[in-house]
């Protein structure tokens, strides 16, 4: 079975700075992890390779400090990684973003099953997934919760449909994405890492696809333009109160009304 797991590095702390122009996360020098929900869609992968067996692939789109959360692919088991990445990339939406996956997915050949996590934490939007696989024109299913079973090229699969569970059979070639209880994700190998550490990653740009139009990509290529984006404010400020209950209560409820919250 051939695999392909899309990853995704994210900013590993919330104080991440926003481009006042573009309305675009600034990445450079920010401390960086793998998107949570794609350790659960890897472990999927290394799961299947091991009942089935054949490849695990992982494809990331970002700037090249990307390649970081490849080389923790390969520690988990992976045994290809491509990155994904050009400046023109850059701002990309999720429309932007599951065409250049897309693309980048048919550049590395052939396959029986993308992975995906259910979402990402910079963006939460859970689009990329179904979007990308839209594109490839291949059947898809969304918050898998378990693989009941592979045969005959097709996969059954159990999904999360918030008040039931839906057990579905896709034929493959096909994409999922997966819920975070499907498995326990591995930990990375310490002697994965010494063995793979001179492993190539392969590195494919704009001019590499086979649809190297600027003009679909990034800024360009994203109809989503966001009016207005801002970190969260802070506010530090605390009163300590003493006194009674009765007085206590008394300056709670005067303080809510200041606040106009009651």
Same mark, same amino acid.
């Given at each position: 079975?051939?695999?392909?797991?899309?990853?995704?590095?994210?900013?590993?702390?919330?104080?991440?700075?926003?481009?006042?122009?573009?309305?675009?996360?600034?990445?450079?020098?920010?401390?960086?992890?793998?998107?949570?929900?794609?350790?659960?869609?890897?472990?999927?992968?290394?799961?299947?390779?091991?009942?089935?067996?054949?490849?695990?692939?992982?494809?990331?789109?970002?700037?090249?400090?990307?390649?970081?959360?490849?080389?923790?692919?390969?520690?988990?088991?992976?045994?290809?990684?491509?990155?994904?990445?050009?400046?023109?990339?850059?701002?990309?939406?999720?429309?932007?973003?599951?065409?250049?996956?897309?693309?980048?997915?048919?550049?590395?050949?052939?396959?029986?099953?993308?992975?995906?996590?259910?979402?990402?934490?910079?963006?939460?939007?859970?689009?990329?997934?179904?979007? %990308? $696989? !839209?594109? #490839?024109?291949?059947?898809? /299913? &969304?918050?898998?919760? =378990? *693989?009941?079973?592979? @045969?005959?090229?097709?996969?059954?699969?159990?999904?999360?449909?918030?008040?039931?569970?839906? %057990? $579905? !059979?896709? #034929?493959?070639?096909?994409? /999922? &994405?997966?819920?975070? =209880? *499907?498995?326990?994700? @591995?930990?990375?190998?310490?002697?994965?890492?010494?063995?793979?550490?001179?492993?190539?990653?392969?590195?494919?740009?704009?001019?590499?696809?086979?649809?190297?139009?600027?003009?679909?990509?990034?800024?360009?290529?994203?109809?989503?333009?966001?009016?207005?984006?801002?970190?969260?404010?802070?506010?530090?400020?605390?009163?300590?109160?003493?006194?009674?209950?009765?007085?206590?209560?008394?300056?709670?409820?005067?303080?809510?009304?200041?606040?106009?919250?009651?």
């Amino acid at each position: 079975m051939d695999i392909v797991v899309c990853v995704k590095q994210v900013p590993g702390t919330s104080k991440v700075e926003v481009d006042p122009e573009t309305g675009v996360l600034k990445r450079a020098g920010v401390d960086s992890k793998m998107n949570p929900y794609d350790l659960f869609a890897l472990e999927t992968a290394m799961r299947l390779k091991e009942s089935y067996g054949g490849t695990v692939r992982v494809l990331s789109m970002g700037p090249p400090q990307a390649a970081e959360v490849i080389r923790e692919a390969y520690m988990m088991g992976a045994d290809e990684g491509f990155l994904l990445t050009d400046s023109c990339f850059a701002g990309s939406d999720v429309l932007a973003t599951s065409y250049a996956i897309s693309q980048g997915i048919e550049k590395l050949g052939p396959f029986d099953l993308i992975l995906c996590g259910k979402q990402t934490t910079d963006g939460d939007t859970a689009q990329v997934g179904p979007e %990308t $696989a !839209e594109f #490839l024109r291949i059947p898809h /299913i &969304t918050n898998v919760l =378990g *693989i009941t079973d592979i @045969r005959e090229g097709a996969i059954t699969a159990e999904a999360d449909l918030a008040d039931s569970v839906q %057990t $579905a !059979e896709i #034929l493959m070639p096909c994409l /999922i &994405t997966v819920e975070k =209880g *499907i498995f326990q994700p @591995r930990l990375p190998s310490y002697r994965r890492r010494l063995s793979t550490r001179e492993r190539e990653i392969k590195v494919l740009s704009r001019v590499d696809l086979a649809d190297p139009d600027e003009n679909k990509y990034g800024l360009n290529g994203s109809p989503t333009r966001v009016e207005r984006i801002f970190p969260p404010e802070t506010n530090g400020s605390r009163e300590l109160w003493t006194g009674s209950p009765e007085d206590l209560s008394e300056k709670i409820a005067e303080k809510l009304r200041q606040l106009k919250h009651i």
